[in-house]
């Protein structure tokens, strides 16, 4: 379940996972796992693209890959914070763009993911780049589900 709030600029979202926080958490840091979920529908990011360094200061980069054109998309970031399981924010280098995840245990099996994004593009606010984003999501969830029931990242 998603719900969206936005105002000029910022978007709030949440989704409920049936994972462990724990899990959840490392799966936004760790890049086998990234390279699963990380874009929307009909976007690839392959491993060899991620380099995730979580630590207040740290980079975060990703070359999302279009499957159908082969268009690219990088993504550079530095991380504001890193406070596992709980928080993680960082601002995107090119956009300006502030997004802050925090990851609350509903219980031992479930996470409720709060996203926070400030400073949003407007290219990113139409409803087509919202439709994407909530793709991800959809993906994010598939994988975690994988993991729940013995799987690995491939």
């Known amino acids: ?3 969206r709030r936005e105002h000029r600029g910022e978007l709030r979202l949440e989704r409920v996972f049936h994972a462990p926080r724990a899990l959840v958490f490392r799966c936004m840091i760790e890049p086998e796992h990234l390279a699963q979920f990380w874009g929307p529908h009909g ?3 392959p491993l060899d693209t991620i380099m995730v360094d979580p630590r207040p200061g740290g980079g975060f980069e ?3 890959v ?3 054109t082969g268009d690219q998309y990088p993504t550079s970031a530095v991380f504001d914070i890193v406070d596992e399981p709980n928080t993680l924010a ?3 280098t090119t956009s300006g763009m502030h997004i802050t995840v925090t990851f609350v245990a509903v219980n031992e099996q479930t996470t409720r993911v709060e996203i926070h994004q400030e400073r949003v593009p407007e290219a990113a606010m139409t ?3 919202q439709a994407g984003f909530l793709t991800s999501l959809d993906r994010f969830e598939r994988h975690l589900t994988h993991l729940q029931h013995g799987g690995r990242p491939s």
């Open 43 to 45: 976007v690839s990011t």
């Open 62 to 64: 990703t070359v999302m």
């Open 1 to 3: 379940m998603s719900d």
């Open 66 to 68: 279009n499957d159908s």
């Open 90 to 92: 960082w601002t995107e």
């Open 127 to 129: 409803p087509q780049a």
